[in-house]
């Protein structure tokens, strides 16, 4: 399958403890997001990359979160001392261009 | 700041019958995109609309976007069981395909 691909699907940990997702893009689509989704709620934005640089940034993305897309292929999401409201589906999609963009499967955190 | 906004919240319709989705958004966009979504899964892609007066159609879905009045519309035409998902409107307002989701409309089709 050559869909977005993300993982791990499901992770829970502990409050304050340090968390990384990793997004694999479709092949050769230069644009890759991140957002957030909680239940009952619409996704919400939080980081763009177009190739390896980072172009935005959501004002939810505090100073606990980083994310990386080194070589422009790859990227990864971190979330330090986690805290119970990070808990939500942490959703990655790639786009070839403006119009079409494809949404992984998503990474689900509960943080207890 | 851009605000999408889904009407009705949550529909439960019979099998067979017609209903629409409404999304409105408060500033000009020139890109609006339906997805689906099953309970614990992704988003599956249904339309995207890029010029006002689109129309797009797909099996028992029609998606149409009035850009003049900041509208675009999910028609539902003799709904089956197997549409019962929940439905977002998009709204891309910049130029990198940031999109602001509506809440969603949780559609529940019975028998």
């Known amino acids: 399958d050559t869909g977005v691909s993300q993982d791990p699907r499901h992770k829970i940990t502990k409050r304050g403890q340090n968390v990384t997702f990793r997004c694999d893009p479709i092949?050769?689509?230069?644009?890759l997001y991140w957002y957030r989704q909680t239940l009952g709620q619409g996704p919400e934005f939080l980081t763009y990359?177009?190739?390896?640089?980072?172009?935005?940034k959501s004002r939810l993305l505090s100073d606990r979160f980083s994310a990386e897309r080194p070589k422009g292929s790859f990227s990864t999401l971190e979330i330090q001392r986690t805290e119970q409201g990070d808990s939500a589906m942490y959703l990655c999609?790639?786009?070839?261009?403006?119009?079409?963009?494809?949404f992984g499967e998503g990474s689900w955190l509960t943080v207890v | 700041e851009l605000k999408v906004e889904q009407n009705p919240l949550f529909l439960s319709m019979q099998e067979g019958k017609n209903y629409t989705i409404y999304c409105n958004y408060s500033?000009?966009?020139?890109?609006l995109y339906w997805y689906r979504q099953d309970p614990g899964k992704s988003l599956e892609s249904l339309f995207v609309?890029?010029?006002?007066?689109a129309v797009k159609q797909e099996g028992r879905l029609m998606a149409s976007l009035d850009t003049k009045a900041r509208l675009s519309t999910l028609h539902i035409t003799a709904a089956v069981h197997d549409l019962s998902a929940t439905y977002f409107c998009?709204?891309?307002?910049?130029?990198?395909?940031?999109?602001?989701f509506g809440t969603g409309t949780r559609l529940q089709v019975t028998l």
């Open positions: 999609a790639s786009s070839p261009n403006l119009n079409t963009i494809y």
């Open positions: 092949s050769e689509h230069n644009r």
């Open positions: 990359f177009q190739n390896e640089a980072q172009l935005e």
């Open positions: 500033t000009t966009s020139d890109r």
């Open positions: 609309l890029l010029s006002n007066g």
């Open positions: 998009a709204v891309d307002a910049g130029t990198a395909s940031k999109l602001t």
